[in-house]
């Protein structure tokens, strides 16, 4: 079963993404801001990190930077999830976290789900060991 982190403070799409993901195959953490992601990180065994950028107290780009820092054993496949859309959003979010294991962007919309769940799939084929 692959782990997943989910930080993000929209709980309502938290719970709709959970719920969309199949319980067999994905055990799922959440974290309302970085803080509560790195109590998490520091536990658990994790195959992937969803982040979102836009959140209080420890904000998504804020993350990275500290993930930068922390220079963990095991480089953790970090999907950024969002509702920013513009093309320079998306390309500022991916280089500044290619070096620790930011893979791809996809825009947070309900409506999304699936092609969300597509790319978590995905990402975890790849990147997860």
Do not use: C, W
């Amino acid at each position: 079963m692959k782990k997943i982190l989910i930080i993000d403070d929209d709980e309502v799409f938290v719970k709709t993404l959970v719920d969309f993901l199949p319980k067999e195959k994905y055990q799922t953490f959440h974290a309302k801001d970085g803080v509560e992601g790195f109590a998490i990180i520091e536990k658990e065994n994790l195959d992937l990190i969803i982040l979102d950028l836009l959140m209080p107290r420890m904000g998504g780009m804020e993350f990275l930077d500290d993930l930068r820092e922390k220079k963990l054993d095991k480089q953790i496949p970090i999907l950024i999830s969002s509702q920013l859309s513009k093309i320079e959003d998306i390309s500022k979010a991916i280089v500044a976290g290619m070096d620790i294991g930011v893979k791809g962007y996809v825009i947070k919309a309900s409506e999304n789900l699936d092609m969300i769940v597509g790319e978590i799939e995905k990402t975890l084929v790849k990147y997860s060991h």
